[in-house]
């Protein structure tokens, strides 16, 4: 069984910062992709960044110089520093994650349970 633990949500001002960090735990023998989605009320979930097993990274327009994707192969996490908040970056945001459970079979495309981040002043 795999799992998606996200965690750093909370309250932040305009112009703040904050951090979220995703973990997978389970039965993995490779990663590849992870990324991190939101989903304001009343929109689509939208991609935010990803980032490759070899580094590769793409960010939404919305986001770029202001959020960093970045991630932690040993330890299985992938991070989302966010600066500059502002109102409209208030959403759930969910991470996902291409696992391959064991060597046998394909990857799979797991997501987390969504970590809340509001803006507000």
């Known amino acids: 069984q795999v799992q998606l633990v996200e965690s750093g949500g909370g309250l932040v001002q305009p112009g703040g910062s904050l951090r979220l960090s995703c973990a997978a735990s389970?039965?993995?023998?490779?990663?590849?992709?992870m990324g991190w989605h939101r989903q304001a009320p009343g929109k689509e979930r939208e991609l935010v960044a990803r980032?490759?097993?070899?580094?590769?990274?793409t960010y939404s327009d919305s986001v770029k110089g202001r959020f960093t994707i970045s991630r932690d192969n040993a330890k299985r996490t992938v991070y989302l520093d966010m600066n500059s908040l502002k109102f409209e970056d208030t959403a759930v945001y969910y991470c996902?994650?291409?696992?391959?459970?064991?060597?046998?079979?394909?990857?799979?495309?797991?997501w987390g349970q969504g970590t809340q981040v509001t803006v507000s002043s």
């Open positions: 996902n994650a291409d696992v391959r459970a064991d060597w046998n079979s394909r990857q799979y495309n797991y």
């Open positions: 389970g039965t993995i023998v490779d990663i590849g992709t």
């Open positions: 980032i490759t097993k070899s580094g590769t990274i």
